[in-house]
C-alpha cells in the first residue's frame, strides 16, 4: 500500500492537522530518516504551505491543535508542538504546550528543527554562497573530498540529497554519497 494511501487510511481522508478534506498532500516531518507513514503527515495545502513558510502563518487556523495534539501518531504530535511553539507569543498556545504531552524520543524530533527558539539560540547552517541550509534539502559538492576513515573520494558536482544537520556544529551536516553515510563542512557544499 502506498504512503498516501496509508495515510488517507489513517486519517480517514482529512487532515491530520486541521480536519480539512480538501486538496490533501503528504508532508515529511523533518529532519526525516525514513520519511513513509510514521515520518509523514497528510495534511491539506493551508496547513503545508504554512508549515513550510512562517512568513504566511495565521495563528487563528491554528487553533485545530486543540485537537490534533492528541494525535497517537508521533509526527502528527510533532508537528503540533512546533507550530504551538512558533506561535508561542500568542497567549493561548502557551496553554497547550504546558497541557501537551510528549515522550522523550517525540520531544527531541519534536525539537530538532529549533522551532520555538529565538533566532539567537538556533544554528544556522549555511552553504557556501551564504544560503541556508535546512533538513531535508538537497546539495552539491562544489570541490573534491577525502572522506576521512576510508578511500573513498566524494567528487565534486556529486548531488546529496536530504541532508541531515548536526545540531551542535553549524559547520557540519550529514547525508549519503555513493551509498555511504558522510559528514560533509557546509563551506564546501552548494544548495541545489
Not at 487510511?9 to 490533501?24: I, M, P, T, V, Y
Request: negative net charge; proline residues 2%; contains cysteine.
Amino acid at each position: 500500500m502506498s504512503v498516501l494511501k496509508s495515510l488517507e487510511e489513517r486519517s480517514g481522508s482529512k487532515c491530520e492537522l486541521c480536519g480539512s478534506q480538501d486538496n490533501l498532500s503528504i508532508y515529511e516531518v523533518p529532519p526525516v530518516s525514513t520519511g513513509g507513514v510514521d515520518g509523514s503527515v497528510l495534511t491539506c495545502n493551508t496547513c503545508k504551505s504554512q508549515i513550510e513558510d512562517p512568513e504566511i502563518t495565521d495563528a487563528n487556523h491554528w487553533r485545530c491543535l486543540n485537537d490534533s495534539m492528541w494525535s497517537e501518531f508521533r509526527a502528527v504530535k510533532a508537528v503540533a508542538w512546533r507550530m504551538l511553539s512558533r506561535l508561542k507569543s500568542e497567549g493561548w498556545t502557551q496553554d497547550l504546550l504546558d497541557m501537551m504531552y510528549l515522550e522523550e524520543d517525540e520531544l527531541k524530533w519534536a525539537q530538532a528543527t529549533g522551532e520555538g527558539l529565538d533566532e539567537s539560540e538556533k544554528l544556522i547552517h549555511r552553504d557556501s554562497n551564504g544560503v541556508i541550509l535546512e533538513a531535508g534539502d538537497s546539495v552539491v559538492l562544489i570541490k573534491d573530498l577525502k572522506v576521512k576513515g576510508s578511500s573513498m573520494v566524494a567528487k565534486q558536482g556529486t548531488a546529496v540529497r536530504r541532508i541531515s544537520l548536526d545540531r551542535d556544529n553549524a559547520e557540519f551536516i550529514e547525508g549519503k554519497v555513493d551509498g555511504q553515510h558522510i559528514v560533509i563542512i557546509t563551506k564546501y557544499v552548494k544548495k541545489l
